[in-house]
């Protein structure tokens, strides 16, 4: 699987499941509870997101250290729009509930899409012509 | 027998195995004279170390032992059937020593015939520290002594070709780079050859190649003149050069 | 007459054995190696000016065509790890020579024993690339062992002495004499009988050697599933134990599934030799992505902390 395609899969993988990590880290919250499918659909889309950014990033890059780097860098800008939305809307912000996760998970999919992706073909050229 | 000088031979090699049972006695006489050159040093250490003789008695019995192989023709019965050369003097050697030679019977010193410029001295400094201590077995030496003898008469032959051919400069360098070479705290390089003897780096090297080809065809062609078969020459230079049999699978 | 001191004796002794190149272009200057069939002498190429390697007959008539069979092998397969051959021919004395690029570098064995583990299998794995090459164009070598294996400076592998090479397809041409070298012969081709499973099983035997001096390694090798001793390198002895196993049907078929294998063990996967317990596969699956593994922790570690820091 390429870098990118492994990055949009596994971002929306992990989003999924850190959208519905709301329910219990937010468990007598009605908003919560009422907006859960509008919340992992958002957290999906944004894993999406970060990890297509990130498995593109992963493929022009030789260092593991700079993949990982980037892919915090991502998760957490990413985070940090979702919560200026929110305020923006006029809900709570939770900006640290948001952003450490995304930047862990940013960090996940920089790491995952490094080691685990296929590295991209190289062409060859022959001397004769 | 003629005292023979022991550095002159003929620049043409015939088989010296052939030549000592030949009917021409001047063939015979050259053919002992190179036998006794190639022949003395090894049989002398042999006599030392295996027999434990002192310097005087060892030199008597050299010089008595080449005397009666001429007289009787010991070597003249050679058979290459059975051994080679080299095994077969030895064979020859250890018959004379066996019996109980005492000096009485000994020709005096001084009387005979008598065998011409041997270093003996320079061959017991070479034993003295193996006589010593028990590294090394008599049989070893006999081979060793016998192919030091070999090549210090293919060096004498390159020399006589080197002058043949007007290039005494390819033995000069020959000399310091391939025999005092080895020897010497630093082997000389082909620049320092080149700027005494007065030529290019590129003469020194090809002057150099030529003398080592010349002699390595003196080297064989030695081994060659005391083989009677081809299969025995084959088999002594490959004893003699370093390559065992074991490598010719 | 000249006296000759031992050492002077030895040099000369060396110097007159040197094959007579004179009416070729190449200078010998010195012996570098001595096989069974031949002699391998430094030399230099004097039409290119570059350093060659030159492979002589030891005496002449003996193996003149076993050597050209060599050369010809040689100058058949072009690979990165089977040296060059540039030119071959008769000596005026008789003697066969071929001349080949000069490799620089270490024995296997030697260079293994400095290195850990899993490079030493990296190491094994190019050896088996080039083998499986020869394979793939019908070539044996029948006398693969750590002495026949050179590691260059960058860890690039010359697989040498293909003396014993034969065609695979050519079962008419018997071995008319013992083959192999002890330790790395598999026991059909002491009959005869030979295929690639013949080379599988020397490969065999290189790796267990590799394998057999781990414990000497300080440290296990980091970036790999490769563990550096204990109950983790069952899945290795299990692809050894295969790869020389007495009945050839019981080997890997061919190279390729051997390196196949060995590359599985090093990626920290399941290997096809060894049927691994749950618990050790848990615990392989464990190592192999520990990284990753960590991560995810960190993420349920870091929710949780968040749950408690919210009320």
Same mark, same amino acid.
């Given at each position: 699987m390429s870098k990118p395609v492994l990055g949009l899969v596994l971002g929306g993988v992990l989003g999924v499941f850190d959208g519905l990590s709301a329910l219990v880290s937010a468990p007598n919250d009605p908003a919560v509870r009422a907006g859960i499918v509008g919340i992992v659909i958002g957290s999906t889309m944004k894993g999406v997101l970060t990890g297509l950014i990130i498995g593109w990033f992963a493929k022009r890059t030789q260092s593991l250290a700079s993949g990982i780097a980037f892919g915090l860098l991502v998760g957490v800008a990413l985070a940090a729009c979702v919560s200026l939305m929110q305020k923006m809307s006029g809900q709570p912000a939770y900006y640290w509930q948001i952003m450490l996760p995304g930047g862990i998970l940013g960090i996940i999919v920089g790491y995952a899409t490094f080691t685990y992706g296929a590295p991209a073909p190289r062409l060859t050229r022959t001397a004769q012509s | 027998m003629t005292a023979g000088h022991p550095d002159a031979f003929p620049l043409t090699r015939h088989s010296v195995v052939r030549a000592i049972a030949s009917a021409d006695p001047e063939a015979r006489a050259q053919a002992y004279d190179a036998i006794i050159r190639s022949y003395w040093r090894p049989v002398y250490a042999y006599i030392r170390m295996r027999w434990r003789r002192d310097p005087a008695d060892a030199?008597?019995?050299?010089?008595?032992?080449?005397t009666r192989a001429f007289e009787k023709e010991y070597l003249a019965r050679y058979d290459a059937s059975k051994a080679r050369f080299r095994t077969f003097v030895r064979t020859c050697l250890e018959a004379f020593l066996s019996k109980d030679y005492d000096a009485a019977h000994r020709r005096k010193r001084g009387g005979g015939a008598r065998i011409e410029s041997l270093d003996f001295a320079r061959a017991d400094a070479d034993l003295a520290a193996h006589l010593r201590s028990d590294a090394g077995d008599p049989e070893s030496w006999f081979r060793r002594e016998w192919t030091r003898a070999l090549f210090a008469d293919a060096v004498a032959r390159l020399h006589a070709e080197c002058d043949a051919a007007g290039r005494p400069q390819a033995f000069e360098a020959f000399v310091r780079y391939d025999i005092d070479g080895p020897d010497a705290p630093v082997r000389p390089t082909y620049a320092a050859l080149a700027r005494d003897l007065g030529m290019s780096v590129t003469d020194v090297t090809n002057q150099l190649a030529w003398a080592r080809r010349t002699f390595r065809a003196g080297v064989l062609d030695a081994i060659r003149a005391f083989c009677a078969t081809d299969e025995e020459f084959r088999a002594e230079a490959r004893d003699l050069l370093g390559a065992t049999p074991e490598d010719a699978r | 007459m000249t006296w000759l001191s031992d050492r002077a004796l030895g040099h000369l002794k060396s110097m007159a054995d040197l094959p007579d190149f004179s009416a070729t272009r190449y200078d010998i200057e010195e012996e570098i190696g001595r096989g069974g069939m031949g002699i391998v002498f430094r030399g230099r190429d004097r039409e290119l000016a570059r350093e060659v390697a030159v492979k002589v007959t030891t005496w002449p008539g003996a193996d003149v065509d076993r050597l050209r069979d060599e050369a010809r092998v040689l100058a058949a397969l072009e690979h990165p790890g089977i040296v060059a051959v540039h030119d071959a021919g008769r000596l005026p004395d008789g003697r066969a020579y071929y001349v080949m690029a000069i490799v620089r570098g270490e024995r296997f064995d030697e260079r293994a024993a400095r290195v850990t583990l899993a490079d030493r299998l990296r190491l094994f794995d190019r050896v088996c690339d080039t083998v499986a090459f020869a394979h793939a164009r019908g070539i044996l070598?029948?006398?693969?062992?750590? #002495?026949?294996?050179?590691?260059?400076?960058?860890?690039?592998?010359?697989?040498?002495?293909?003396?014993? #090479?034969?065609?695979?397809?050519?079962?008419? &041409?018997?071995?008319t004499h013992m083959a192999g070298t002890e330790g790395y012969m598999a026991p059909e081709q002491a009959r005869g009988i030979v295929d690639e499973r013949s080379d599988v099983y020397a490969l065999g035997a290189i790796l267990r050697g590799l394998v057999a001096a781990?414990? #000497?390694?300080?440290? &296990?090798? &980091?970036?790999s599933g490769v563990p550096a001793t204990g109950r983790p390198l069952r899945p290795l002895h299990s692809i050894v134990m295969r790869a020389m196993a007495e009945d050839p049907t019981n080997r890997y078929a061919d190279v390729a599934s051997l390196a196949a294998d060995v590359r599985r063990f090093v990626d920290g996967h399941a290997v096809d030799a060894y049927r691994e317990p749950a618990l050790e596969r848990i615990a392989r699956v464990g190592r192999t992505y520990r990284t990753a593994i960590a991560l995810v922790f960190a993420y349920l570690a870091m929710r949780i902390v968040l749950i408690f820091w919210g009320r």
């Open positions: - | 030199q008597d019995l050299t010089q008595e032992f080449f | 070598h029948l006398d693969l062992k750590p #002495a026949n294996i050179m590691v260059g400076p960058y860890g690039d592998v010359r697989v040498l002495d293909w003396g014993l #090479a034969r065609l695979g397809s050519d079962p008419g &041409r018997p071995i781990e414990s #000497a390694l300080p440290s &296990r090798d &980091r970036g």
